[in-house]
């Protein structure tokens, strides 16, 4: 096992030293020149062309070693420096590689690198730590929620648990991950925030894929129905999901929201498509619009909908500071909330102080 790391390291060292000793050379002409131009010894034109003979010089040099390994680093620089800066070049590029050699000692190659940080095997404490992990998913009903265990471990596990987290995120993506994901950029440990950044740019890469093929079916099928609401609710998700940049997250709104709209127009009874809308709006600030599309949703389904939709329909009435309405609303369905909703245990507190009665006590929400 160790000969094979010797090999690889050889080619290495020698380009290092063919590196270092041109530098040398060429370095010691160029001070030679710059000092005989400076002293009155060379005219101007000479010392250039003889600049330039040394420069082409180094550029045999570097191509036919070259062209004998492909492991000599710092190559291509060698040439450029040596023509734009003379003498400085050479000092510079001899700096660099001084540098180089001495972290090259401790770093870590790409390929162990990206295993490290992207395992395509679980080992058997990540294994126990996902089963126990898909437990508190399945009891919690994490689907709905954010994802505590996960924060919780991104907070104060090890980095191994980190790791392992990071990854079954990532194999397993929601949107509701994207804070997690988002957090773990400002984690202390280095090698965290690096898989976390990885993990976005996956992410992005997996969006922009799936984006193109939404986008082309939507082109060449545009009454598609089907396609174009699986491409508002990919936007919808990508805009919850925050991992982008303000102004491309805006887009991603104005994007969804446009196809929402249409897509009522085309099926103005397709409530799910109603309720979908109306969260992205006040996703948006837009709790006016999305108080009326709400309505529309309510006018639909009655009694039937569920106490998650009308939570939604309570956030905009409370942010339009339609306190009586508010009022009327939880008292009259506050019951429907059952036991064991997947409310917040706060939302459901808050709810019950809404629904005070005239005596001033707090009614129970569950009767």
Known sequence: ?????????????????????????????QLLLLWGWSMGQLSGLL?????????????????????????????????????????????CLLL????????????????????????????????????????????????HHDPVPFADILSAGNQAEKRAVLTLMLRNYHPSFAAVFLNALKDSDSAIRVQAASAITRIEENFLAENITLEGRQASHPDDLNNLLK???????????????????????ERAESLYQY??????????LLWSWGR?????????????????????????????????????????????????????HRNQIPKNSLLPRALVDSIALWARDDSGRIAEVNG
């Open 96 to 143: 660099s590689a001084f540098l180089y050699l001495g972290y090259r000692r401790k770093a870590t190659p790409f390929e162990k690198w990206y295993r490290e940080i992207m395992p395509e095997y679980i080992t058997q404490p990540e294994e126990r730590l996902i089963e126990r992990l898909m437990i508190w998913g399945e009891e919690a009903a994490y689907q």
């Open 280 to 332: 992205l709006l006040i996703r948006a600030g837009k709790f006016t619009r999305a108080a009326q599309v709400f309505e529309k949703a309510l006018v639909l389904t009655g009694d039937l909908a569920s106490p998650l939709e009308r939570v939604w329909y309570w956030e905009c009435l409370y942010e339009q500071g339609r306190y009586a309405e508010l009022r009327l609303e939880i008292k009259k």
């Open 263 to 272: 897509m009522h127009e085309k099926q103005p009874e397709n409530t799910a």
């Open 47 to 91: 010392a250039f062309v003889l600049h330039g003979l040394c420069c082409t010089l180094v550029f045999a040099l570097t191509r036919y070693y070259r062209a004998k390994s492909n492991k000599a680093p710092l190559i291509e620089l060698l040439f450029l420096f040596l023509l734009v800066l003379g003498p400085v070049g050479a000092l």
């Open 1 to 29: 096992m160790n000969q094979p790391e010797i090999s690889e390291k050889t080619p290495f060292k020698s380009g290092v030293l063919f590196v270092l000793g041109v530098c040398l050379v060429t370095g010691s002409i």
């Open 231 to 253: 491409l508002a609710q990919h936007y919808d998700e990508r805009a919850t999901a925050g991992l982008s940049d303000a102004k491309t997250l805006s887009g991603y709104r």
